[in-house]
Every structure is written in structure tokens, then in C-alpha cells.
């Protein structure tokens, strides 16, 4: 008997007692017990293994740039100029990372202003870290100058066609540095542990904008001659650039959002609460120190869903869905101007000293502005990805404080650990320590540490003296060392429950049991997050019925949620819905975030016929994929190991038609962009 919505609701409202009464318990991980364990020795702070710089000996101050972009050859020309400080007394070498840069010459300024040429040896190039720039300065000058060209392929850049931008009628180039890619596009000291001030002055065609993260003006003409100033210290991997058919538009006095004219509109609606979320950050934790704050909102491809660079965030336009559901990731990049930004991490091996303490600051701005409830949903999918990400090979990088030769590459830490198990340590000391004292804590941290580049160690010594030793009984220091050093959650960590949630849960086993989907009553009101939630809840796999029925009810298939979409084709894969390939194919070809496409690409190649599919997708997707993202690509389908599966048809099969109008986080599609998905919850590496 087919159950009418009417006399399905009895049935609901019991699996949701039901579930109320069991929890929500899947949003975490299951803490293990800290063995008890002497506090572990301070590590010294120790160079960037990921960086040729010899900070200790000269340190650039600051970097004046002569860049000059050309679209024709997908370069950049370049005058880099250091203002350099000598620290130790006999050094007179300058070494600086480069990677696939072409050096023409370089100089060094003597006492009478007249710049002389300089000896220098460009090292063979290191897969990873690139190659080392040895220059020779006997007379330790006090300014050196490299003059250079970008490769076509530098992996910090990349160059897009008119046809893969929304207006489809200029090219588009930006940047994305972090972690170590502004090597690529700039000859530096590309590590944490130096920051500078910059100036760029800046040559375009004269019909696009130029943009850096600086002091943008919103009033500037476009007309291919442009000039920046940064006069905050930041590190290297803060530095950006974007250059395209740009044009602003205010959200406040201070904020504000640059984008292509046919997305501009649509960004501005949705990041409307940004000029709040900057007064409720500034009242929990001090001024904002950058001046402006503007949202860059930059094509599909963008690898990221948000790079936190100082006065312009970087955002993917995967977060605009016309409800505003996936803006804490704005809050979570505009966080980063307290975290990471003014408070940076010295090494990649405390990357939770950004992400950790971003994401906490992020919950609590999303707390303030959306509710607790909305909160605690973020929390709980944060820490179910937690679950997903520790194994048994991983234990190493589980820490929030890695030991020195545990990071193969800085852009391969465990992103829920620094992110999600960093703010669960920071929601343990809240809870432990009281919400007001905490608060106080963060404030006067951030004020400590401004403008500097700090370790884990540091991190402890000062909440040692600044927190545990005022309220001794609160957490013991092993305590605190297990968080940081142990792989895992300690037992004692802070649970969330949410009561949404529990419905969702309802009417997930509710269906699962009967196969009487939920009342529209009751899946009209869902956010994005309980969708999310929904799916992540499933079993591995599905029939090709309960996917059917599920599709024709809520139109997953074609969704322009990016969010739901990452969940829902993994789904379909694993299960055989060879329904969905089309969409997945138009999916994996129009958006280059790795954070929503990897999932995917990761379940197609455990098949042969998937890997086979993976690839052709992959080789139509390729040139408009970041290099970051290609990267990860190629990895993927390069260690596969599949095993037989049902056979998947081509690539290029017909599409499925698009979402209805009413299917969860469906939007209608951006003026010249109606081809691809509509425009990262949460930030990946790189913000991200």
C-alpha cells in the first residue's frame, strides 16, 4: 500500500523520536583514549624544509614588481626588486625558490644608486621544490633586482580562454600561491617564515582589469596600466594576482565584490551579510587590519573553494546558490584575517595554526549571524569527514603539530585534520575554560603574535602561560599535548548535536526501512547542509530503484549544488546508476574545484570501465583545469587500481536534462554561463 504524505507523517514523527532519542552521533569521530605519556619536548624551530630561503642569513623586507602579462604567450615579465635586511655577519649570498622561471638578469644596487650586474647559478630543478637561485652579493647590497619570465605552465597560474569564463568574451589569468607556488611566478623566498611589504606596478591589455592583493580601488580606470601597494607584512603564499573582465560593486563602505559582469549581481545578493560578519568578528576578536575587504569571485576552475588573500578573498563561484546556505565560507576567509593572515604559521607543519583556528573563528561568526543550530550542522559534517579521513597509514599526519620529515609535500596534510580536528581543539579549550575567558584569550593571541609568523610550539609555550597556568585546574598540560601531538581525538573531546539533523535522520532510516520518501512537508524546509547530511548518511551503495526514486523526487542528477553534487555522484558510481554519467561528465568538465570533483574521480577509477570513463573525462576537462587540480587528477588516475565493473558509457553521452527550478539548491543560471553547474562550504588547502 502506497502511504499518502497525510498518514506517512505518524510514522515519521515516531522514526524521529526514535532518532532524537539515539543522537546524532555519526557527525563525529570516535575519541580514542590518550596514552599517559611524559609532556613532549619543545621542538626548536627549524628551517622550511620546503623552502631554499636562508632567512636566518638576509631576508627580504620588501618587493617592488614590474609585471607585464601577456595572454599571447600565457607569461608574465617580471622585475623583482628586494629590499634586503643582512642578518648574518658574513653572509653574502642571496638564495631565493624559483620553478620554471626563465632568469634574464641580475643586479644588485650599489652605495651610489648605480645597479651593477650580480653572478648567480639557477639550480637543476627538484620535482617538488623547484629550483634553488644562488646569487653572489660580496658587497652585500642593500637592493637586488631579477629581471624573468613565467613558463606557459607555472603551476601557480593559470590562463583561461574567453570560452571558459562566464561572458565568454575575454581572457582571464589569476594566480593561486599557496603553498608553494609563488615561486612559480615570482622569484622569493617562498616560505611562512618571511614576511613583506609589497608594491606591483602592473601592464595589461587595455580592455581588462587588473586586480592584486593589495589596495584595489574600486574607482580605478580600466585601461591596462595599474599600481598596488601592500603596506602589511604578509608571507609569499599571500601574494596574488587576477586579471580579467572585471567590475565591482559595493556591499558596505569597506566590502565589496569583484566578478565578471554576468556574476557580479548574483554574488552581491549572496554576500550580503559580509559587512556583518566583519562587525561580529571585529567585536569578538579586534579591529580589521587590512583596510578593505572585497571578494574576488574567480571562474569554475578555480581550485578552491575560497583563498584567504589579504584585502581580496579568492572565492569559487560554487557558493553562490541563491540562499545563502554556503556563505560560511566567506566567513571562514574573512576569519583568516585574524588567523593566518595577521597570526601566520611559520611552517606547513602547523597548518592548523591557520585552518584550525579559522574554522573556529568561522563557526562562531556563522553561530552569531545564522543560529547554533546552523552551526552545529556545519560542525557535525566537518567532523564525520574526520572519519573518513583517518586510517591506519595516516597516524603521522593526524597530529596538529607534524614532526619535522612526516609532510612529503606541504600541500598533502590531512585537510579535516587541520582544519576540523584544529577547531574541535579550540571548541575543547572554549568548553573547558568558559566562552568569555576563551574569547579574551584569542583576542589578546591575536594581538601578540600580529604580523608574525609563529610554531605550535610557540602556540603552547603562550597558551602555557596565558591559560593553563592561570586555571590549573582546568586542562592539564598532557591534556593539552594529546590534542597536538597524538593522532586521533581524545576521548574527553566535545560532542555536537543537532536536532535537524535528527530529523534527517528520520527520514533516512524511514525510508531506508519502508521506501515511503519523507513528506514534501518535511524536505521543502531543507538546507543545503541537511541535504548534505541525508547523503553522506547512506549506505556505500544503493539499487538502481532506491537511486531512481530518489532522483525523480529531488533531481540530484544535474543539481547546481556543488555540495550536494560531490555527494551525490560518488553515490551513483558506487552503485552502478549509469543514469548519472552524463551529468557526472558535465560535471568533472566544468568545475575545477578539487574539493567537489575529486570524490568522483576517486570512486570511477576502483572500476576499470570507471577508470576508462575517469580518463576521457579527464582528457576533455584537462585544459581547463588548473594546474593544482590536474595535478591531483593525474595522481589519482595514475595509482589506481581497479577491479571489473559494470561497463559505463561514454564521456560525451546525452546529458541528463537540467534540475527543476525547485530541486535542492537549484538556481537559474548565470547570463552567458547557462552551460555548467551554478555558481567550498568550506575552504580546501589554499584556503580553503
Not at 569554475?300 to 545563502?324: H, K, W
Not at 579559522?358 to 552569531?368: A, D, F, K, L, P
Request: proline content about 8%.
Amino acid at each position: 500500500m502506497r502511504l499518502s504524505p497525510r498518514r506517512l507523517l505518524p510514522l515519521f514523527a515516531l522514526c524521529c523520536t526514535i532518532a532524537f532519542a539515539a543522537g546524532c552521533k555519526r557527525d563525529a569521530v570516535e575519541p580514542v583514549a590518550a596514552p599517559a605519556k611524559p609532556a613532549p619536548e619543545a621542538p626548536k624551530v627549524d628551517r622550511d624544509e620546503f623552502s631554499y630561503a636562508e632567512p636566518d642569513k638576509v631576508a627580504i623586507t620588501d618587493l617592488a614588481l614590474e609585471l607585464a602579462v601577456d595572454f599571447d604567450s600565457r607569461t608574465l615579465g617580471g622585475k623583482a626588486t628586494y629590499t634586503l635586511e643582512w642578518k648574518a655577519p658574513a653572509a653574502t649570498q642571496l638564495v631565493l625558490d624559483t620553478r620554471d622561471l626563465k632568469i634574464e638578469a641580475v643586479e644588485g644596487e650599489s652605495a651610489n644608486g648605480q645597479w651593477q650586474p650580480l653572478r648567480y647559478a639557477l639550480a637543476n630543478a627538484d620535482q617538488l621544490l623547484g629550483s634553488k637561485l644562488t646569487i653572489e652579493a660580496p658587497d652585500r647590497n642593500a637592493r637586488i633586482r631579477v629581471t624573468y619570465k613565467t613558463s606557459p605552465e607555472a603551476s601557480g597560474l593559470q590562463w583561461l580562454t574567453p570560452e571558459m569564463t562566464a561572458g565568454k568574451r575575454l581572457p582571464f589569468m589569476f594566480s593561486q600561491s599557496q603553498q608553494i607556488h609563488a615561486r612559480s611566478w615570482v622569484p622569493l623566498q617562498d616560505t611562512t617564515a618571511v614576511r613583506y611589504t609589497y608594491s606591483a606596478h602592473v601592464t595589461t591589455p587595455p580592455e581588462v582589469m587588473a586586480l592584486m592583493s593589495a589596495d584595489n580601488d574600486p574607482r580605478a580606470a580600466r585601461d591596462g596600466d595599474y599600481s598596488f601597494t601592500m603596506p602589511q607584512p604578509i608571507p609569499s603564499y599571500l601574494m596574488a594576482i587576477a586579471v580579467g573582465d572585471l567590475v565591482f560593486k559595493p556591499i558596505t563602505d569597506r566590502a565589496g565584490v569583484w566578478a565578471e559582469p554576468g556574476v557580479v549581481d548574483a554574488a552581491v545578493a549572496e554576500f550580503a551579510d559580509t559587512g556583518k560578519m566583519m562587525e561580529v568578528t571585529e567585536a569578538l576578536y579586534g579591529p580589521y587590519r587590512w583596510g578593505r575587504y572585497d571578494i574576488l569571485v574567480l571562474p569554475p576552475s578555480f581550485p578552491y573553494g575560497g583563498m584567504e588573500n589579504p584585502r581580496l578573498t579568492f572565492a569559487t563561484p560554487t557558493i553562490i546558490v541563491g540562499d545563502q546556505s554556503l556563505v560560511s565560507l566567506i566567513a571562514h576567509e574573512l576569519a583568516h584575517s585574524w588567523s593566518g593572515n595577521l597570526v601566520t604559521f611559520a611552517t606547513s607543519r602547523d597548518a592548523w595554526l591557520n585552518e584550525g583556528f579559522t574554522s573556529y573563528v568561522e563557526s562562531r561568526i556563522v553561530e552569531e549571524l545564522y543560529g547554533r543550530e546552523r552551526a552545529d550542522m556545519e560542525r557535525a559534517i566537518d567532523r564525520a569527514a574526520l572519519r573518513e579521513e583517518f586510517t591506519e597509514d595516516n597516524k603521522p599526519l593526524q597530529a596538529l603539530a607534524i614532526k619535522p620529515g612526516e609532510l612529503d609535500d606541504p600541500d598533502n596534510t590531512l585537510t579535516s585534520t587541520v582544519y576540523h580536528k584544529g577547531a574541535w581543539f579550540l571548541q575543547y579549550l572554549e568548553e573547558k575554560f568558559g566562552r568569555a575567558e576563551f574569547d579574551a584569550f584569542l583576542r589578546a593571541y591575536f594581538d601578540h603574535f600580529a604580523f608574525q609568523s609563529i610554531t605550535s610550539a610557540q602556540f603552547r609555550d603562550y597558551a602555557k602561560a596565558n591559560l593553563l597556568d592561570k586555571h590549573p585546574d582546568k586542562v592539564s598540560q598532557a591534556e593539552f599535548d594529546a590534542w597536538l601531538y597524538d593522532p586521533g581525538i581524545p576521548a574527553d573531546a566535545p560532542q555536537v548535536r543537532s536536532m535537524r539533523f535528527n530529523v534527517v535522520d528520520s527520514a533516512r532510516l524511514a525510508w531506508l526501512g519502508s521506501g515511503q520518501l519523507p513528506p514534501p512537508a518535511i524536505t521543502q524546509a531543507w538546507t543545503t547542509q541537511e541535504w548534505v547530511h541525508f547523503l553522506e548518511s547512506m549506505p556505500d551503495t544503493l539499487t538502481i530503484e532506491q537511486l531512481s526514486q530518489l532522483d525523480t523526487a529531488y533531481t540530484f542528477t544535474g543539481t547546481p549544488n556543488g555540495e550536494i553534487a560531490q555527494r551525490w555522484y560518488p553515490l551513483a558510481v558506487r552503485s552502478g546508476y549509469v543514469r548519472a554519467n552524463p551529468a557526472i561528465a558535465t560535471f568533472l568538465q566544468t568545475i575545477g574545484r578539487r574539493k567537489l570533483i575529486m570524490p568522483t574521480y576517486e570512486a570511477l577509477v576502483k572500476t576499470e570501465s570507471g577508470l576508462a570513463f575517469a580518463r576521457d573525462v579527464f582528457a576533455k576537462a584537462r585544459a581547463g583545469y588548473h594546474p593544482i587540480t590536474t595535478t591531483s587528477v593525474q595522481k589519482v588516475i595514475a595509482e589506481a587500481k581497479p577491479v571489473a565493473g559494470p561497463a559505463m558509457p561514454a564521456a560525451d553521452a546525452q546529458a541528463v536534462p537540467p534540475p527543476a527550478a525547485d530541486a535542492p539548491g537549484a538556481m537559474p543560471a548565470a547570463d552567458g554561463d547557462a552551460t555548467r553547474p551554478a555558481p567550498e562550504a568550506r575552504t580546501e588547502p589554499g584556503g580553503g
